[in-house]
């Protein structure tokens, strides 16, 4: 069979005031440009389980209706899921069977809600696709019926044993950086975090060496690549964490990992972390006020309990080198129209390398979204093109919609315009090597800091 592997990347966004604001604003558009392009590793994994005698092809579509036109010759495609684009992965998809082609769905949305995309699917996929993958391209080299396959029904995915990508099949296309996984999952459950609940049950760590091979298979595509670790959360072992760091070292890299806050209370490992080329960590900080934090991490309320560090630990990596992504949902049900002024002076107080502010948001499969749904507070349920991180989907608790979306709209011109960017850069800077209070330390109301 000839087997097509069609991924929508690229971000999403529909609220027009956002996307304005986005287009013109530096720090804002930055980012955007650097994900904007990232190949779906999981497709990549799948390529590399097919088994052989079938030809393997990836493919790309940015948008609903650019579907590359080569991919009606393929016998099956297999398309992957995010909860943003997947209607646009539905239209793709019966457009394809209309054309005869069989259409194989997984990933993170049709995971959760297999039955919706069994409308548009011969073969929908729950949970990770490895060792499920044969059987479904067996099942289709015999046209078989349609049906739903389980991860749960095949061995469990041994992190230790997962294959290289097939990164080989991303051809001349321009990405801008390449993913490689370390590990799977994260010990933490944050009642919105879509990417933990509903597939990795456990957090798993990777041989090293298989992060090294998997680097290599990208260097044979492109010499000098920036890679993005495409984890979770990377360094939860530190002891883990630091043997990694000693055998990317020599690789003469340069990274991006998403982590949390403790990475900050082991300084040997930023000092390696440095070493091996790590350009920026991504903190899930969340709120800079450990009140609205309480509740939000349902094992042990760890992103309360160390938000009183959040300062400290902060200054603390960007001071070994490495700078700092700070996340803040904003619209957390503890947050009142304050958390705005609060957000913008905490960055600057850090001082923040990078921000990066979302909404609340609602995904399906969550405790949250769960929680949002019986409380009636779910505007427009089954709108999962809303499922953006940038769009209102939900009634806040503290505030109204308007007053969410005008504060969204305020903070985002005030943190990424050029003057509040270079700041916080230029005293990023300064602050190096000095974890000693900065200028912004003035005037900050003391709940900030604990
Ligand atoms: C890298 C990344 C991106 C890349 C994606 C590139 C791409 N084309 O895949 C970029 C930067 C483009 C991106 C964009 C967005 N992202 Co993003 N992203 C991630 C991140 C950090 C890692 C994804 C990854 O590579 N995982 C590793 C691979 C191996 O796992 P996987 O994709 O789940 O695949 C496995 C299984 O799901 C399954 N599988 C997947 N597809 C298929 C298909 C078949 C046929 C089968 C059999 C199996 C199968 O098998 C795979 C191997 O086990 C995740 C966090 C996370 N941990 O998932 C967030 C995450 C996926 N992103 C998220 C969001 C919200 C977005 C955006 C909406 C943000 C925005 N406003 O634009 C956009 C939407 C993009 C879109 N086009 O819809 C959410 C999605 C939640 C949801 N339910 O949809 C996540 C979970 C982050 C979070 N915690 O909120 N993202
Ligand atoms: S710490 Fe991050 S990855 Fe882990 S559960 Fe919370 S939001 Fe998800």
């Known amino acids: 069979m000839r087997i097509g592997f069609l991924a929508l990347s690229g971000i999403r966004a529909h609220d027009p005031e956002l996307l304005k604001l986005g287009l013109t604003l530096p720090g804002f558009v930055e980012r955007s440009k650097a994900i904007a392009s990232l190949p779906s590793l999981g497709l990549l994994y799948l ?4 088994p052989a005698g079938h030809t393997v092809e990836y493919y790309e579509a940015e948008s609903d209706g650019d579907e590359p036109p080569e991919i009606y ?5 297999a398309i992957s899921t995010f909860s943003a684009q997947v209607f ?34 011969d073969y929908v996929i729950v949970g990770e696709g490895e060792h499920v993958w044969p059987a479904v391209v067996d099942a289709a080299s015999r046209r078989e019926a349609p049906r739903m396959f389980s991860a749960a029904e095949f061995p469990p995915v041994d992190a230790a044993h997962l294959p290289a990508p097939r990164y080989d099949l991303l051809g001349t296309r321009p990405y801008n950086r390449f993913t490689v996984q370390t590990s799977r999952g994260c010990p933490w459950r ?13 957090y798993r760590k990777r041989p090293v060496g298989d992060v090294v091979r998997d680097i290599e298979a990208i260097r044979q595509v492109r010499e000098r690549p920036f890679i ?13 964490g630091k043997a990694l760091c000693r055998r990317l070292a020599p690789l003469h890299l340069h990274w991006f990992t998403e982590t949390d806050i403790t990475v900050a209370d082991d300084p040997e490992l930023l000092d390696l972390m440095r070493e091996a080329g790590c350009r920026q960590v991504l903190v899930g900080l969340e709120s800079p006020t450990a009140s609205a934090l309480q509740g939000v991490e349902l094992h042990a309320d760890f992103k309360a309990r160390t938000a009183q560090t959040y300062v400290a630990a902060l200054r603390r990596i960007q001071s070994h080198g490495i700078t700092v992504n700070g996340c803040f949902i904003l619209g957390l049900d503890g947050h009142t129209p304050a958390i705005f002024e609060d957000v913008l002076q905490f960055a600057r107080m850090v001082p923040l390398y990078d921000v990066q502010i979302t909404i609340l948001t ?13 409380e009636g507070r779910i505007l427009e349920p089954g709108r999962w093109d809303l499922c953006t991180l940038f769009d209102v989907n939900y009634v806040p608790n503290g505030m109204s919609t308007a007053e969410l979306k005008a504060g969204i709209y305020w ?35 003391q709940r900030l800091v604990g």
């Open 47 to 50: 390529a590399a389980c097919t």
């Open 73 to 77: 010759a393929c016998d099956l495609v």
């Open 88 to 121: 646009e992965a539905y239209s793709i998809a019966d457009r394809l069977r209309t054309a005869g082609v069989l259409i194989a769905m997984g990933g993170l949305h049709v995971s959760v809600l297999p039955e919706e995309a069994a409308a548009h699917a």
């Open 190 to 202: 944050c009642d919105f975090c879509a990417s933990n609940v509903m597939l990795a049950e456990r």
């Open 228 to 240: 993005e670790f495409a984890d979770d959360n990377t360094f939860v072992d530190k002891r883990w």
């Open 362 to 374: 609602a995904f399906p499969g969550t405790p949250l979204y769960r929680r949002l749904l019986k």
């Open 411 to 445: 903070l985002t011109e005030r943190l990424y315009n050029d003057e509040c960017t270079d700041e916080r850069r230029k005293a990023f800077f300064a602050n190096r090597r000095s974890t000693g209070a900065s200028k912004f330390d003035r005037d900050i109301p």
